[in-house]
């Protein structure tokens, strides 16, 4: 008894995920998944065609009446081989008919052939070359039409009848190379992600103390951010295989072709577990039902149905782990996330300076890099960035170098491919009139002194009036002095004066107005909204939002639907708030603009000689002229 009870421990202990591969071994070398369907439907094919379509009509008479028709003239154009005779039968009324009897042993007959002047020759039958043509040859024909009229249809040959088959790129335990050590700038998500990685690797630690592990995990978070790299290296680190798809997959023209896909692809997953599933895009497939009737979708209620009953219906005992990725989780199904479904939700945000850092570190490694470049620098230079941003910025460094046949990338290159990433492409040959250029020169220094006045502002970076981009004639750019996740009231009036500062340099210096700030007006107009209809800033109107449909999380898009439940006199007053709260940035910006009008013109009249100034050129620039109170304080700022 007491080495039964030693024993038994050990069985315990046993990794419950090697038994499920074991069995799993065993359920794939007795199920095999090839089938003879195909072939039997082309030799039934086949077997018509022979039959029916080449059969011609052949009357069978016997030796002996073949024997006695030879003298009456009846017969002609006779075949001998070794088996059977052919020929042609005279009817009455005229009509001919083929006819054939078997063949017999007799000396006479090539005698009365001649004697009656009967056409006859001899045939020897190939019966190999026979059945080649008359079997081989058609089956080929119609595999081949068969292959082509599907391709035409958009699939492999047996994509049309497995349309309920999971179309999910399957990732074997050894084939991904992705571990965490590829993933930077997202450490909170990470932390997150290693107790299921924990899990994979040794479950007995979790079910021995009862724990459940989530069922379900949602990585939610901006475009770009990593989130499909990050459930690679989840599989990369927990040597599991990897079921990767897109939520549009599941989707079809067809009735109940998702349902049918999302069953598949679980059963695989539980066939391959211990595994991981991950569905990419999920509002493709896990959009809220009954947003929108007028554009309801039964296909796509259907799959996620499906989806959900499946979720419900398994157990995470058996290893299989459900990822998925959005950049939209406030259209998601409440269904979908709700606990015992996707229980975990995991942001992966922008990166913060120092997760900026991180990223181009793992960008970098495969990239010649010379001793000046500085990442901390580039990193303070891209707020904003997400990794996707970042290996982009280091391509486009590494392209630039060596189309300069440089040995290595270097600073300049970096700099210059920010610029070509934050406001585009470089137009050297555009040429601009001399007073367009002066326009371009007055506007952008309208924005760059009012950066440096303003107590709030972000200090410029770098001014431009070499044309860019689309569209851009020149460009300001200022660089934050950190990462910022709140904006107070004054920080915002502070930026609707830098938004005005183009404009309003242009009506001082010119006396009349451009289309060039038609973009600043509308990030001015927006800013001011905002403030009103959600930010509860307008003093008028109270602490009020008025604001009904949220705007995406993490996408800079509009509402799809954009109603008001407030009365007409509210929205006048809205409209009034949001033009005062305008008019009084640009009051602020023409006084502070008009009292320094001698350094607006001497800023610009060097701009227009050198096309480009940094910010630390504008600084010495406004410290070396009187600028007044504002221009003191700015300097105060600086310091």
Known sequence: MAQKKLKNPKKKTKNVFLELKEKNKLKDKKTKSFTFLYFVIAFIAIVIINSYIFKTEVKNIPYSEFKELIPSGKISDLIIDTETIQGTL???????????????????????????????????????????????????????IWNLLLRRMGGAPSSVLNFGKSRGKIYGEDEIKITFDDVAGVDEAKEELKEIIEYLRNPNKFLNIGGRIPKGILLVGPPGTGKTLLA????????????????????????????????????????????????????????????????????????????????????????????????????????????GRFDRHILVDRPDIKGREEILQVHIKGVKIAKDVDLKVIAARTPGFVGADLANLVNEAALLAARKNKNSVTMEDFEEAIDRVVAGLEKKKRVMSKKEKEIVAYHETGHALMAEFLETTDPVHKISIIPRGIAALGYTMQLPTEDRYLMTKKELLDRLCVLLGGRVAEEIVFGEISTGAHN???????????????????????????????????????????????????????????????????????????SNRELLDKVAQTLLEKESIDGEELRRLIKGDKVGEDADQSGKKQD
Request: with cysteine; proline share 4%; aromatic share 8%.
């Open 90 to 144: 005279l009817l009455e009324g005229g009509k001919k008919t083929k006819f054939l009897t078997s063949r017999v042993e007799d000396p006479e007959l090539v005698k009365q052939l001649q004697e009656n002047k009967i056409k006859y020759t001899g045939y020897y039958e190939n019966k190999i070359i026979k059945a080649i043509v008359s079997w081989v040859l058609p089956f080929a024909i119609i595999i081949l």
């Open 232 to 339: 690679k290296a989840v599989a990369g680190e927990a040597k599991v295989p990897f079921f990767s798809m897109s939520g549009s997959d599941f989707v079809e023209m067809f009735v109940g072709v998702g349902a049918a896909r999302v069953r598949d692809l679980f059963a695989q997953a539980q066939e391959k577990a211990p595994c991981i599933i991950f569905i990419d895009e999920l509002d493709a497939l896990g959009k809220a039902r009954g947003i929108n009737p007028l554009s309801s979708h039964d296909e796509r209620e259907q799959t996620l149905n499906q989806l959900l009953a499946e979720m419900d219906g398994f157990d995470t005992k058996t290893g299989v782990i459900i990822m998925a990725a959005t950049n939209r989780p406030e259209i998601l199904d409440p269904a979908l996330l709700r606990p």
């Open 520 to 594: 600043d007006l509308y990030r001015a107009t927006d800013i001011a909204k905002s403030m009103v209809k959600e930010y509860g800033m307008s003093e008028k109107l109270g602490y009020v939002t008025f604001e009904k449909d949220r705007k995406p999380l993490f996408l800079d898009i509009a509402p799809s639907f954009s109603g008001k439940d407030y009365s007409e006199e509210t929205a006048r007053e809205i409209d009034n708030e949001i033009k005062a709260i305008i008019d009084g940035a640009y009051r602020k910006t023409k006084e502070m603009l008009m």
